[in-house]
């Protein structure tokens, strides 16, 4: 009877003991699995963040913008500077991307503007002396309308660049030639084709940004009657860009 009893209490013992070296063995297997688990996950962000870059690459790169834009142009003849009351531009076109290099998050391209199409109305002051009597005379001015329609297409080097996935810094410089059509007061017709440089930079989030370009040229204003005055045009246009589409 003792017997069976020192070997009911051995078997307990040894039960324990093998419970407590699986539990043992059980817990040392399970940390190297966690840190198995955490570095395929670990690896696993990093492929999805490589992908997510590589993303912006291949799949990313919106070719296709639409531009409206408020714009300021002066002309300046010889005599005097003609400031606009309002303008305003309207311009879409698409840029051509080169592959990338090294670094794939630059890009070199060259935009074309397939149409610009401008508004700028002026009000020009113009003082003239009114006689009151044989003695007396009084200084008038008035404002003389001159509204000012003008398309073209422009086309030069654009450099972009993407810091990260939702934006895109963006310089270009493009040659614009442009046709213009000038009306006054009067009814009188300015006709003129001038060359033109625009260069600008903006700034993208996703499909939306904001910038700014510099229009200068230079043009010789042609008149219903044939007369001939040289004329300048400079000025800033404050620039709100849509682009879309991919390469």
């Known amino acids: 009877i003792v017997i069976p009893r020192l070997v009911q209490r051995y078997y307990m013992m040894l039960r324990k003991f093998t419970l407590l070296i699986f539990m043992i063995f059980s817990f040392s297997f399970m940390i190297p699995a966690q840190e198995m688990d955490r570095k395929i996950s670990k690896n696993a962000s990093e492929d999805y963040n490589y992908n ?77 002396a009114e006689q009151i009597d044989q003695y007396q005379s009084v200084v008038r001015s008035e404002d003389i309308n001159l509204k000012r329609y003008s398309a073209g297409m422009q086309l030069g080097p654009s450099l972009s660049y993407r810091p990260g996935k939702n934006f895109m810094l963006r310089a270009y410089c493009r040659f614009m030639p442009v046709y213009s059509i000038a009306v006054d007061a009067d009814n009188t017709v300015y006709k003129n084709f001038h ?53």
């Open 52 to 128: 997510d870059d590589s993303d912006i690459i291949s799949d990313y790169w919106p070719s296709w913008y639409v531009q409206f834009s408020y714009s300021n142009m002066i002309l300046n003849s010889r005599r005097f500077d003609i400031y606009p009351y309002v303008g305003s531009s309207f311009s879409f076109g698409k840029t051509f991307y080169i592959r990338p290099g090294a670094n794939e998050k630059l890009r070199w391209g060259i935009d074309w503007s397939i149409l610009d199409l401008e508004y700028t109305n002026y009000l020009i002051q113009h003082d003239y």
């Open 195 to 247: 060359p033109c440089c625009t260069f600008g930079a903006s700034v993208n989030y996703r499909f939306i940004g904001l910038g700014a370009e510099g229009v200068f040229g230079g043009t010789a204003k042609n008149s219903s009657d044939m007369a001939y005055t040289d004329v300048l045009i400079k000025g800033v246009r404050a620039v709100l860009v849509f682009r879309f589409g991919k390469i």
